[in-house]
T-cell receptor
Framework: AQSVTQLDSHVSVSEGTPVLLRCNYSSSYSPSLFWYVQHPNKGLQLLLKYTSAATLVKGINGFEAEFKKSETSFHLTKPSAHMSDAAEYFCVVSDAGGSQGNLIFGKGTKLSVKP | GAGVSQTPSNKVTEKGKYVELRCDPISGHTALYWYRQSLGQGPEFLIYFQGTGAADDSGLPNDRFFAVRPEGSVSTLKIQRTERGDSAVYLC???????????FGPGTRLTVL
């Protein structure tokens, strides 16, 4: 069975400082991994995805994530936080073992950005 | 272009009532997914359609939940005899083939009193 664990339920940073949102995964297969962002009253938006190509994945809005198989991690980073980054972030693994591709979400990390 | 839309955006109902939630996927997307997001949790998979057929309904919690997609486009999630525990945001997503990025709608917030 596949699963993801987001290690922090809430992260608070100051504007202009780095962001680190941690995610560990469990998978019996070569996983496809994603980060989604959810702003209040908005739909989930894909930030980036890893599908067994380059281990360092660049996404939108300056975010990137590194797939580390030895650590079973897929942490999300951004060098400098912006106020507009305040949102809920979900680490997601695809059910690669099946044929459907349904997504398995972590519980989310709420990112707060202080001025 | 138009994204995934869901109606209604909010639905308040009484325990025991029947509700229908609608999802309009992106035109041409063959794959459609329903998820449920309870307060403070990540979305949980309910059911997946490939075309008109339910390819995987393993996430439906019980037989009070049912979904259809009769023409391979619009889908309706149906909940019978609603219970307070059904209160959640119900999310719909579509994908061009099912093996690519899923595009999410804004969700329907269901409140069962």
């Amino acid at each position: 069975a596949q699963s993801v664990t987001q290690l922090d339920s809430h992260v608070s940073v100051s504007e202009g400082t780095p962001v680190l949102l941690r995610c560990n995964y469990s998978s019996s297969y070569s996983p496809s991994l994603f980060w989604y962002v959810q702003h209040p009253n908005k739909g989930l938006q894909l930030l980036l995805k890893y599908t067994s190509a380059a281990t360092l994945v660049k996404g939108i809005n300056g975010f990137e994530a590194e797939f580390k198989k030895s650590e079973t991690s897929f942490h999300l980073t951004k060098p400098s936080a912006h106020m507009s980054d305040a949102a809920e972030y979900f680490c997601v693994v695809s059910d690669a073992g099946g044929s459907q591709g349904n997504l398995i979400f972590g519980k989310g990390t709420k990112l707060s950005v202080k001025p | 272009g138009a994204g995934v839309s869901q109606t209604p955006s909010n639905k308040v109902t009484e325990k025991g009532k029947y509700v229908e939630l609608r999802c309009d996927p992106i035109s041409g997307h063959t794959a459609l997914y329903w998820y449920r997001q309870s307060l403070g949790q990540g979305p949980e998979f309910l059911i997946y359609f490939q075309g008109t057929g339910a390819a995987d309904d393993s996430g439906l919690p019980n037989d009070r939940f049912f979904a259809v997609r009769p023409e391979g486009s619009v889908s309706t999630l149906k909940i019978q005899r609603t219970e307070r525990g059904d209160s959640a945001v119900y999310l719909c997503a579509s994908s061009p083939t099912g093996y690519t990025e899923q595009f999410f709608g804004p969700g329907t917030r269901l409140t069962v009193l």
